[in-house]
């Protein structure tokens, strides 16, 4: 069952970078999304698995493998078109870029804009052309493949649930090497489960899955350290690179730290052994045509189309006329501080998420207050992000780390990975943001790996790891509980608009008009309203 578990990780995995590298293929072959993309990646992503995995698998445990594969599409399918995104990211610009791509925009060849503007031959809803044309793409192109076969913009974030059974699974398989089966399954929920990715697995942020497939590649990074030549540990990484690079800028740069960091690590080893030429040569023949491919190819509707228009890959960020999306963020006190005060007044403060807030206030760690509670349910909670026992789990990290130093000095990956991680955190302007540095629950996950292997008091590792889990549980059972319930009440105002006309005077959450399309509801815009759906997004009144 283990070796099936394993397979149907990484052939699920194969089958979403197929799915956003084929999608991009067809794109500058002028074939934009239809209803058959993602049957025909699957297809042909079980054609390809089978040659890869025919030494390993017998046909009797492929065919296994797949069966379970298609169960785990199937229920994140199902689960995601129940529940309807509640978050203001996810109904504006995430959903317009989806629904743009379903339609039959072409990001290689075209502008959102003027694609909008020719399908409606109006110009009356907000424009994120800016964010859809430029920002990077890979999720919005799974998103858009669902989608277009299901009829229904909010299966799309089947992909959350798909990615997070992908990097569960490949966490689990690999930690029971070094750790027993009960530990290894403990330690692998609460790496999947922390709160960014718990307060946004049913929205279509993206910020989750850079966490995930940023985790992936570090545990590949380790791997490939300890056996270089392994085939599979190289092809999860390339793929797991190819998806991240193209899901969100800050996760390309992540990713090309910690493997820049961790290639030196392999070459300093390789010099010490008299090999490092030969070692050079094979990372050369390696990376330069997996950075070609990423950027150049699946990338060449957002890096390589940035770079000819803007001269600037980045587009709109990091460019004197571009866009500036933190600044107004932060709260006012921020703007007078360095990188690591924000981060320390970031992670050591009640929790709020008031992005107009003066004043961040310090509390002490493990202590609770109720007006913490609401926003630790929030998608996005800013100050304390990482949860409101964070601060309290970081400090308790930080002394396992010290007292457990003689067990675990040997595993040197464990402090060169959290070398890198504060080196990002000095360089990061964005680091007091938990959803912008997710390499920083890297303490928390060495902490709890340190104590499962090395130390023998249950009771303490039992607590530690209860104290972790009750962190996450806040954002995953709140945010599961209000999603729940109020995609239970936004189905039946649907199910009642359902082919009628209403007037709508609501022009920000373009998303959301997708949502109509999917149950045939008519509308047009209007200056007057007396209900509202879709939590309080959308005002309107029925039309006559």
């Given at each position: 069952?283990?070796?099936?578990?394993?397979?149907?990780?990484?052939f699920?995995?194969?089958f979403?970078?197929?799915?956003?590298?084929?999608t991009?293929l067809?794109?500058i072959?002028?074939?934009?999304?239809?209803?058959?993309?993602?049957?025909?990646?699957?297809?042909?992503s079980g054609?390809?698995?089978?040659?890869?995995?025919?030494?390993e698998?017998?046909k009797k445990?492929?065919?296994k493998m797949?069966?379970l594969?298609?169960?785990?599409?199937?229920?994140s399918?199902v689960?995601?078109?129940?529940?309807?995104?509640?978050?203001?990211d996810g109904?504006t610009?995430?959903k317009d870029?989806i629904?743009?791509?379903?339609?039959?925009?072409?990001?290689v060849?075209e502008?959102?804009?003027?694609?909008i503007?020719?399908?409606?031959?109006?110009?009356?809803?907000?424009?994120?052309?800016?964010?859809?044309?430029?920002?990077?793409?890979?999720?919005?192109?799974?998103?858009?493949?669902f989608?277009?076969?299901?009829?229904?913009?909010?299966?799309?974030?089947?992909?959350?649930?798909?990615?997070?059974?992908?990097?569960?699974?490949?966490?689990?398989?690999?930690?029971?090497?070094v750790?027993?089966?009960?530990k290894?399954?403990?330690?692998?929920?609460l790496?999947?489960?922390?709160?960014?990715?718990?307060?946004?697995?049913?929205t279509?942020?993206?910020?989750?899955?850079?966490?995930l497939y940023?985790?992936?590649?570090?545990?590949?990074?380790?791997?490939?350290?300890?056996?270089f030549?392994?085939?599979?540990?190289?092809?999860?990484y390339?793929?797991t690179?190819?998806?991240?690079?193209n899901t969100?800028?800050?996760?390309?740069?992540y990713?090309?730290?910690?493997?820049?960091f961790?290639?030196?690590?392999?070459?300093?080893s390789a010099?010490?052994?008299?090999?490092?030429?030969?070692?050079?040569?094979?990372?050369?023949?390696?990376?330069i045509?997996?950075?070609?491919?990423?950027?150049?190819?699946?990338?060449?509707?957002?890096?390589?189309?940035?770079?000819?228009?803007?001269?600037?890959?980045f587009?709109?960020?990091?460019?004197k006329?571009?866009e500036?999306?933190?600044?107004e963020?932060?709260?006012?006190?921020?703007?007078k501080?360095?990188n690591?005060?924000?981060?320390?007044?970031?992670t050591?403060?009640?929790?709020?998420?008031?992005?107009e807030?003066d004043?961040?206030?310090l509390?002490i760690?493990?202590?609770?207050?109720?007006?913490?509670?609401?926003?630790?349910?929030?998608n996005?909670?800013?100050?304390?992000?990482?949860?409101?026992?964070?601060?309290?789990?970081?400090?308790?990290?930080?002394?396992?780390?010290?007292?457990?130093y003689?067990?675990?000095?040997k595993?040197?990956?464990?402090?060169?990975?959290l070398g890198?991680?504060?080196?990002?955190?000095?360089?990061?302007?964005e680091?007091?943001?938990?959803?912008?540095?997710?390499?920083?629950?890297l303490f928390v996950?060495?902490?709890?790996?340190?104590?499962?292997?090395?130390?023998?008091?249950r009771?303490?590792?039992?607590?530690?790891?209860?104290?972790?889990?009750?962190?996450?549980l806040?954002?995953?059972?709140?945010?599961?509980y209000?999603?729940f319930t109020?995609?239970?009440?936004?189905?039946?105002?649907?199910?009642?608009?359902?082919?009628?006309k209403?007037?709508?005077?609501?022009?920000k959450?373009n998303?959301?008009?997708?949502?109509?399309?999917?149950?045939?509801?008519?509308f047009?815009?209007?200056d007057?309203a007396?209900?509202?759906?879709?939590?309080?997004?959308?005002?309107?009144?029925?039309?006559?």
């Amino acid at each position: 069952m283990k070796k099936i578990l394993k397979h149907s990780a990484i052939f699920l995995l194969l089958f979403l970078c197929l799915m956003v590298t084929g999608t991009t293929l067809l794109f500058i072959a002028k074939i934009s999304i239809t209803r058959f993309h993602l049957l025909i990646f699957l297809i042909l992503s079980g054609v390809i698995y089978y040659f890869i995995s025919k030494k390993e698998l017998e046909k009797k445990s492929f065919f296994k493998m797949l069966s379970l594969s298609l169960i785990v599409i199937v229920l994140s399918t199902v689960i995601s078109t129940f529940m309807f995104d509640r978050s203001s990211d996810g109904n504006t610009y995430h959903k317009d870029a989806i629904g743009v791509l379903k339609e039959g925009f072409n990001p290689v060849y075209e502008e959102s804009d003027k694609f909008i503007l020719k399908r409606d031959n109006s110009k009356q809803l907000t424009n994120y052309a800016v964010w859809t044309d430029h920002y990077a793409k890979a999720n919005w192109i799974m998103a858009a493949n669902f989608y277009s076969l299901t009829g229904n913009i909010e299966s799309g974030k089947a992909m959350n649930l798909i990615s997070l059974y992908i990097v569960f699974v490949l966490l689990l398989v690999n930690l029971t090497k070094v750790l027993s089966k009960k530990k290894s399954l403990i330690l692998s929920l609460l790496i999947v489960f922390n709160p960014i990715v718990s307060s946004q697995i049913f929205t279509y942020y993206n910020d989750q899955l850079v966490c995930l497939y940023l985790f992936l590649s570090i545990l590949m990074l380790i791997k490939i350290d300890f056996d270089f030549k392994n085939k599979e540990n190289w092809f999860i990484y390339i793929l797991t690179f190819i998806l991240l690079a193209n899901t969100k800028f800050n996760g390309m740069g992540y990713l090309l730290v910690f493997s820049f960091f961790f290639v030196c690590k392999y070459l300093y080893s390789a010099y010490k052994k008299k090999e490092f030429l030969s070692l050079f040569k094979k990372l050369c023949i390696i990376f330069i045509p997996l950075f070609i491919f990423s950027f150049g190819v699946v990338g060449s509707h957002t890096y390589l189309k940035n770079t000819i228009d803007h001269k600037n890959p980045f587009f709109p960020l990091y460019d004197k006329n571009g866009e500036d999306i933190i600044t107004e963020q932060e709260p006012k006190s921020f703007l007078k501080m360095n990188n690591v005060s924000k981060w320390f007044y970031g992670t050591f403060s009640k929790a709020n998420n008031l992005r107009e807030n003066d004043n961040t206030t310090l509390k002490i760690p493990f202590t609770v207050y109720k007006s913490e509670l609401k926003p630790a349910m929030s998608n996005d909670l800013r100050i304390s992000g990482w949860g409101i026992l964070f601060s309290g789990l970081f400090i308790l990290s930080i002394i396992v780390l010290i007292t457990k130093y003689k067990n675990y000095k040997k595993e040197t990956y464990i402090l060169y990975s959290l070398g890198i991680t504060c080196l990002l955190v000095v360089v990061m302007s964005e680091s007091w943001w938990a959803r912008y540095n997710p390499y920083f629950y890297l303490f928390v996950i060495f902490g709890m790996y340190i104590m499962l292997k090395y130390n023998k008091n249950r009771i303490i590792n039992a607590l530690f790891g209860l104290l972790i889990a009750i962190n996450s549980l806040i954002p995953l059972l709140g945010n599961t509980y209000y999603t729940f319930t109020n995609s239970i009440k936004i189905r039946k105002d649907f199910k009642k608009l359902e082919n009628k006309k209403i007037i709508i005077i609501d022009k920000k959450y373009n998303g959301i008009y997708y949502n109509l399309k999917d149950y045939n509801i008519k509308f047009s815009f209007g200056d007057q309203a007396d209900k509202e759906m879709y939590y309080h997004y959308i005002n309107y009144k029925n039309s006559k």
